[in-house]
């Protein structure tokens, strides 16, 4: 699976947007960029995932650069419960079947201010 | 829907002791997880099981075996506990389109 890099902790004020960037240079054709977040010391939970269109869903969006070497996730409106650790994952299926194997790095520390 | 759920939640354990600690997701997946995260790093693989029948060693298996008892359970034992396993342990699930889901975690400790 392709080796990302994510800036070590960003800080946002509570309402503005959260932009966290991703670089996955070495990415290939069948791999998905996913993203999670852990919470304290809570599960990781899932909030998007994509292949090489942007995707939107209730929680954010996800902007994949058109070469698919990098990508943003978007939290259009930060609010103080989005502070974690927010993790992008590269992650490769085999065809049809669920297998996959999710390698996390040490990801981005957000901190969202009041 | 309780998704992936994990017992126990909290364990200490003396060293050389054996656990064994259960999984169980009612989502319907083929593929379950066991990972370890320490203090202040992030998650490494321990075993997964791609499909009901099969396991295989993640990045740091040693010192753990796994059971895929089913295609809902998914336990993981240590069989001669030491210190260095005290960890928070995390089993999860995935489904090609939504993605992994995590149980609440196991914190163990071994004294």
């Known amino acids: 699976d392709a080796k990302t890099t994510q800036p070590p902790s960003m800080d946002c004020a509570e309402g503005r947007a959260a932009n966290l960037p991703c670089n996955h240079s070495?990415?290939?054709?069948?791999?998905?960029v996913y993203w999670y977040r852990q919470i304290h010391s809570q599960g990781p939970q899932y909030i998007i995932h994509g292949l090489k269109n942007n995707e939107t869903n209730e929680m954010a969006s996800l902007i994949i650069t058109e070469d698919r070497k990098s990508s943003t996730l978007i939290l259009p409106h930060a609010t103080l419960r989005d502070t974690a650790v927010y993790y992008c994952?590269?992650?490769?299926?085999?065809?049809?079947?669920?297998?996959?194997?999710?390698?996390f790095g040490q990801g981005t520390i957000l901190t969202v201010h009041p | 829907n309780a998704g992936v759920t994990q017992t126990p939640k909290f364990q200490v354990l003396k060293t050389g002791q054996s656990m064994t600690l259960q999984c169980a997701q009612d989502?319907?997946?083929?593929?379950m997880y066991w990972y370890r995260q320490d203090p202040g790093m992030g998650l490494r693989l321990i075993y997964y099981s791609a499909s009901e029948g099969t396991t295989d060693k993640g990045e740091v298996p040693n010192g753990y075996n796994v059971s895929r008892l089913n295609k809902r359970e998914f336990s993981l034992r240590l069989e001669s506990a030491a210190p260095s396993q005290t960890s928070v342990y995390f089993c999860a699930s995935s489904d090609r389109f939504y993605g992994y889901t995590f149980g609440s975690g196991t914190r163990l400790t071994v004294v």
């Open positions: 994952i590269v992650l490769w299926y085999s065809g049809g079947t669920s297998y996959g194997k999710l390698t």
């Open positions: 989502m319907n997946h083929n593929s």
């Open positions: 070495t990415i290939s054709g069948n791999e998905y």
